[in-house]
């Protein structure tokens, strides 16, 4: 694709405030329209990427070093202000939590209007219009009687669908999904996969997909990034790394993986040579790195 | 299926009757100049502790009886509810707002905001509040408007810690940062996303804070720092009760019942209404 990337992520690295990395010059690309998954265990930094990108990673995390370039702009460059609006703009999330990701006192509708309305200027019946063809497109039955409810009326699937209608209601460049199916019951998980899957595809968008789940991966992404330790260990296309893992780890995580065909196998925990190699190359990436500005 | 939307369920008899019986006094308030038999303030030393109507020896026309003045009880309860009311609703209204903004600012904010805000609440709440109240009202002197004023600047802290508790957990939710990647402002955010989600405590703690304006008001004119001595004030008329309590009981306990009975009737009344109109206990 000759384009600009719709992502460019390079060489960010993120800090606690005691010094702590919590990204080691993580880089990725992603292409207009690619799916890229980001998996790894929970505390790898795949959500802390996903945040980065968004510009809302919490006030104790500083980003040290590297660049965010959205569709060729580059975010540090931008002034906070600047930043939100193209962030606003261009991009969405899907958030991991369909329970608090809606604000409990407003009603469905006004709540995923007000963004269209208010942020990007469209008209109310405009918006209006394209949120009920959005959440026809989410298999809503009734998106008449669902924008007049309050959150608390939906169930969790529905409104995950919301949340999904709401992403994609502005035809942002990328969407952020951060480990969209984990909240949800094992059955809904593969409609709202499905679903997310489907509108991608429609809509053209990119996603930068956060999941633990190495089968989501293989059903959604075309390329994927496996992280340990806010670092990049392994990057591939998914067919690719799922025919050849050529990372210890990537290995270690996919035998890892419970199958259903062999329900009473005993499950594989990483092993420790693996882990122990992990540790020494991540203190060596530690040992290799300055930070530009101390 | 049943309509989701349907959200009637049983009465809900705390409300009802905290709101029937404030809705009465609140009612006397206002028409009490229509409605009480005598003048409160009119003196009668024939008709002196006269006892309430079931008892021998009462007088028609003083239902309640009299006190050591010949005052008539009812009347002086009526007018008495009238400057509760008014301290109950600008006292609390005034302490809500301040209580409220500030609370909203450090547990939305965070940072030095909430850091500057906590100390001074902190600081505020370390001094015995009725001995503040007293002592305000000492400076500022006599009269109604002390009253008020000394209520609010002593309670706003009250507001200020639930409402910076509440904001604090509601900014971390999910939508409050969906709305900032969406673009929208911090202000914004914090009145339109915030703000509704916190307002049911702060309904309940209204109501909850005249409850409380109203003892407050009552122990300032009990110790004669409220408004002039022979206003029906409640708390005036168990200062005076105390004194004739072996003679008129009455004059001590109908003040007594009223007030305990308005109070309990505010608290209630809020938490009430918190369980009716809170989107997410509901």
Redesign the interface.
Known sequence: MSAAPCLEISNLSATLPSGMRVLRSVSLKIAPGEVHALVGESGAGKSMIGKAV???LP?SVRIVEGDMLLEGTRLGALSPKAR??L???R???I???PL???????RIGPQIT??LI??LGWSASKAESRIRRLLDEVQIREPGRVV???P??LSGGMRQRVLIAAAFAAEPRLIVADEPTTALDVTVQKQILRLIADLQREHGTAILFVTHDLGVVAKISQKVSVLYAGMVVEEADTTALFAAPQHPYTRALMAATPRYTDPYASLLPVDAAVLAGLAGEVAEADRAWRPVHA | MDDVRLRSRAPNARLWLAGGWLSLLLAAAILAPLIAPQDPLAQDLMFERLPPFWMQGSEPGFWLGTDSLGRDLLSRLIFGARIAFIVAFAAATAACLAGSTLGLVAGYFGGWADRIISRIVDVWMAFPPVLFAILLVAVLGTGLHSVIIAIAVIDWTRFCRVVRAEAMVQSRMDYVENARIAGFGRMGIMLREVLPNVLPSIVALLSLEMGIAVIVEAILSFVNLSISTDAPTWGGIIAEGRLSIHQAWWVLVFPLVTLFLTVLSFSQFGEGLKDRYDPVLR
Request: hydrophobic residues 30%; contains cysteine.
């Open positions: 968004l510009g809302v006030t939100r609006a962030i606003g703009a991009t969405a999330l958030p991991q939590d608090t990701a809606l604000n409990p006192s407003r007000d963004r208010r942020i007049g409810c309050y608390h009326e």
